[in-house]
């Protein structure tokens, strides 16, 4: 039997151990059922096929072997290994050959047990050592025909790996080839945004193949290929579950070689229901802030989004979309620039400061009394959607609420002490506050004070055709109130007042024409502070929005919230 054709049976042999259903070729069927039966002599073997890559499961100090065939003297090779969660020791070796058989013209093939022996004594001519975490290959011009063995390692923890083999390597060429300058660079650099730019790999332009580009980012390291990001990404999705031991071949390996594995096979003998193991016992790693985007063949990028003053790492990998293999450029790291430093705004005892804050922004007042105090009151009123207010004195937390409307605090105060208030703004638009402070006890508030419900009813059964009859709440305190009214068109909707509802703009910034008249009110029993008032003078079928101002003791003004009504067409 010639040398090559004795090792191709060898390899069918270790196929057999996980399709025993199947009919295997072999020049001698006799020797093929002894190889079978003794499964001992194969465990933990699988096969590699040549020109395609492959995924692998190794649970920690537990070695794995891989065979590949080489059919003629004088071949080419090559066999790279990815590690994607831990590093691996990997070890290639070439198998020796059995002896044939002795010269006393039998024809008979050594017993199987001499066979067993020679290639447990004798492990082999190795070629190859690697241990680490890179992506690294063995690549051999010429080789001789034989059995070669790829056993690895993972010391540190249960980890995924991808094998490739080829005895083509020059016309394969599975992944992409980086320029000649692989370094990822960043060209411009933001508080929130970071550009970058690579050369493109010539896989793409020059040989014709698809090829995409993936950018990973991460506050953590590095990555030194795609499958040890995607690892980190997803352990369900990203990457092949850990198979149960001693399942060895995929439906792959067997679908390579000519073998179609049925659902028989692989469900019934091993109790395995799918090619994935169940969720209960998938558990995913913690997550991380790590981000992958595929962004086809471009080669320049602007990941947004970032946080300031914060230190990303930038990997792009190359991809191959007909094999889904990949190459790694050289990733970057870069730090985004810090938040521009805003201006403190100082409080005046007593006096009401007006403050701007843009979108999802953020400001800072400062309140430093002069004289000792036993307690600061702070009055906040957010014009538009709520805030969050934050105070500190000397560093040391005293209030964290969001506001809405109109809001007094009493704080407790501390000789000398300095106050620190930081207004965050909404996440829906820019915001508008009035905010004072003052440690005079006998100070006026001065915002008028609300109801809890600042919303103005309608009354449907007292509608006309040129009036309309609405009511609002009061409180204890006697304030002067102002009706407001302004035609709009019938496609003036809720929307649109809610964007128009600022509670700061008072009476002041309307036309004369509008006011309908101002009234005094209050009531000592808050359950009967309620007052009503009809607006006559309306046109027929027409749609008026509707303010009510209350404006307090200083001149300040807070509007309640806008109605909508329309006057009866036909009366």
């Given at each position: 039997?010639?040398?090559?054709?004795r090792?191709?049976?060898?390899?069918?042999?270790?196929?057999a151990?996980?399709?025993?259903?199947?009919?295997?070729?072999?020049?001698?069927?006799?020797?093929?059922?002894?190889?079978?039966?003794?499964?001992?002599?194969?465990?933990?073997?699988?096969?590699v096929p040549?020109?395609?890559?492959?995924?692998?499961?190794?649970?920690?100090?537990?070695p794995?072997?891989?065979?590949?065939?080489?059919?003629?003297?004088?071949?080419p090779?090559?066999?790279?290994?990815?590690?994607c969660d831990?590093?691996?020791?990997?070890?290639?070796?070439?198998q020796?050959?059995?002896?044939?058989?002795?010269?006393?013209?039998?024809?008979?093939?050594?017993?199987?047990?001499?066979?067993?022996?020679?290639?447990?004594?004798?492990?082999?001519?190795?070629?190859?050592?690697?241990?680490?975490n890179?992506?690294?290959?063995?690549?051999?011009?010429?080789?001789?025909?034989?059995?070669?063995q790829l056993?690895?390692?993972?010391?540190?923890?249960?980890?995924?790996?991808?094998?490739?083999?080829?005895?083509?390597?020059?016309?394969?060429?599975?992944?992409?080839?980086?320029p000649?300058?692989?370094?990822?660079?960043?060209?411009?650099?933001?508080?929130t945004?970071?550009t970058?730019a690579w050369?493109?790999?010539p896989?793409?332009?020059?040989?014709?193949?698809?090829v995409?580009?993936?950018?990973?980012?991460?506050?953590?390291?590095?990555?030194?290929?795609?499958?040890?990001?995607?690892?980190?990404m997803?352990?369900?999705?990203?990457?092949m579950?850990?198979?149960?031991?001693?399942?060895d071949?995929?439906?792959?390996?067997?679908?390579?070689f000519?073998?179609?594995?049925?659902?028989?096979?692989?469900?019934?003998?091993?109790?395995?229901?799918?090619?994935?193991?169940?969720?209960?016992?998938?558990?995913?790693?913690?997550?991380?802030d790590l981000?992958?985007?595929?962004?086809?063949?471009k080669?320049?990028?602007t990941?947004?989004?970032?946080?300031?003053?914060?230190?990303?790492?930038?990997?792009?990998?190359?991809?191959?979309?007909?094999t889904?293999?990949?190459?790694?450029?050289?990733?970057?790291?870069?730090?985004?620039?810090?938040?521009?430093?805003?201006?403190?705004?100082?409080?005046?005892?007593?006096?009401?400061?007006?403050?701007?804050?843009?979108?999802?922004?953020?400001?800072?007042?400062?309140?430093?009394?002069?004289?000792?105090?036993?307690?600061?009151t702070?009055?906040?009123?957010?014009?538009?959607?709520a805030?969050?207010?934050?105070?500190r004195?000397?560093?040391k937390?005293?209030?964290?609420?969001?506001?809405?409307g109109?809001?007094?605090?009493?704080?407790?105060?501390k000789?000398?002490?300095?106050?620190?208030?930081?207004?965050?703004g909404?996440?829906?638009?820019?915001?508008?506050?009035?905010?004072?402070?003052?440690?005079?006890?006998?100070?006026?508030?001065?915002?008028?004070s609300?109801?809890?419900?600042?919303?103005?009813k309608?009354?449907?059964?007292?509608?006309?055709?040129?009036?309309?009859?609405?009511?609002?709440?009061?409180t204890?305190?006697?304030?002067?109130?102002?009706?407001?009214?302004?035609?709009?068109?019938?496609?003036?909707?809720?929307?649109?007042?809610?964007?128009?509802?600022?509670?700061?703009?008072?009476?002041e910034t309307?036309r004369?024409?509008?006011?309908?008249?101002?009234?005094?009110?209050?009531?000592?029993?808050?359950?009967?502070a309620?007052?009503?008032e009809?607006?006559?003078?309306?046109?027929?079928?027409?749609?008026?929005?509707?303010?009510?101002?209350?404006?307090?003791?200083?001149?300040?003004?807070?509007?309640?919230?806008?109605?909508?009504?329309?006057?009866?067409?036909?009366?």
């Amino acid at each position: 039997m010639r040398p090559w054709r004795r090792w191709t049976a060898v390899l069918l042999a270790l196929l057999a151990l996980e399709a025993s259903a199947q009919k295997l070729p072999t020049r001698d069927e006799g020797l093929f059922q002894m190889q079978i039966r003794d499964k001992s002599l194969f465990h933990d073997s699988s096969v590699v096929p040549d020109g395609a890559e492959i995924s692998g499961y190794l649970f920690r100090d537990t070695p794995k072997r891989y065979y590949f065939v080489v059919e003629e003297d004088n071949t080419p090779l090559s066999v790279t290994v990815t590690p994607c969660d831990a590093p691996l020791e990997w070890k290639l070796t070439l198998q020796e050959l059995p002896e044939e058989a002795s010269g006393e013209a039998s024809g008979e093939p050594e017993p199987l047990d001499e066979q067993k022996r020679q290639m447990t004594v004798d492990e082999g001519t190795e070629l190859f050592t690697y241990k680490g975490n890179d992506v690294e290959a063995y690549v051999a011009t010429s080789t001789p025909a034989g059995l070669y063995q790829l056993e690895l390692l993972s010391t540190e923890k249960d980890s995924n790996f991808k094998v490739y083999a080829t005895t083509t390597p020059e016309s394969d060429q599975p992944y992409p080839e980086l320029p000649f300058d692989p370094r990822v660079d960043v060209t411009a650099l933001g508080r929130t945004t970071v550009t970058l730019a690579w050369k493109p790999t010539p896989t793409g332009f020059l040989m014709g193949q698809p090829v995409q580009y993936c950018v990973v980012i991460n506050k953590e390291h590095n990555f030194k290929s795609m499958c040890a990001a995607e690892a980190k990404m997803s352990a369900d999705d990203a990457f092949m579950l850990a198979p149960k031991p001693g399942r060895d071949f995929s439906p792959f390996d067997f679908a390579h070689f000519g073998f179609v594995p049925s659902d028989n096979v692989f469900g019934k003998e091993r109790g395995l229901t799918s090619n994935r193991i169940s969720r209960a016992h998938a558990t995913k790693p913690k997550a991380l802030d790590l981000q992958k985007v595929c962004i086809g063949n471009k080669n320049i990028f602007t990941v947004s989004d970032l946080k300031p003053d914060t230190q990303y790492y930038f990997d792009v990998f190359a991809v191959n979309s007909a094999t889904n293999t990949s190459t790694a450029y050289v990733g970057t790291f870069a730090r985004t620039k810090e938040e521009a430093r805003q201006k403190t705004v100082e409080l005046k005892d007593g006096r009401v400061s007006d403050v701007f804050i843009k979108r999802k922004g953020s400001k800072f007042l400062r309140f430093a009394p002069v004289s000792s105090h036993q307690r600061v009151t702070l009055s906040v009123h957010a014009c538009l959607d709520a805030v969050q207010v934050q105070v500190r004195r000397d560093g040391k937390l005293l209030l964290s609420q969001n506001v809405e409307g109109v809001r007094q605090f009493q704080l407790r105060g501390k000789p000398k002490g300095k106050y620190l208030i930081r207004l965050r703004g909404s996440r829906k638009g820019a915001s508008t506050l009035k905010v004072l402070a003052t440690t005079r006890p006998s100070s006026k508030q001065p915002f008028p004070s609300l109801p809890e419900d600042t919303r103005i009813k309608a009354f449907d059964k007292l509608r006309t055709c040129s009036s309309a009859t609405v009511a609002w709440l009061g409180t204890q305190d006697r304030n002067k109130y102002c009706i407001y009214r302004k035609e709009v068109a019938e496609s003036y909707g809720e929307e649109q007042r809610r964007r128009e509802q600022n509670q700061c703009a008072g009476p002041e910034t309307r036309r004369k024409s509008e006011k309908v008249l101002c009234k005094y009110f209050h009531s000592p029993n808050l359950q009967k502070a309620v007052t009503t008032e009809t607006i006559a003078g309306l046109e027929a079928g027409k749609t008026y929005l509707l303010d009510v101002y209350v404006v307090g003791h200083s001149g300040h003004s807070v509007k309640y919230q806008s109605k909508l009504v329309k006057t009866r067409k036909y009366c």
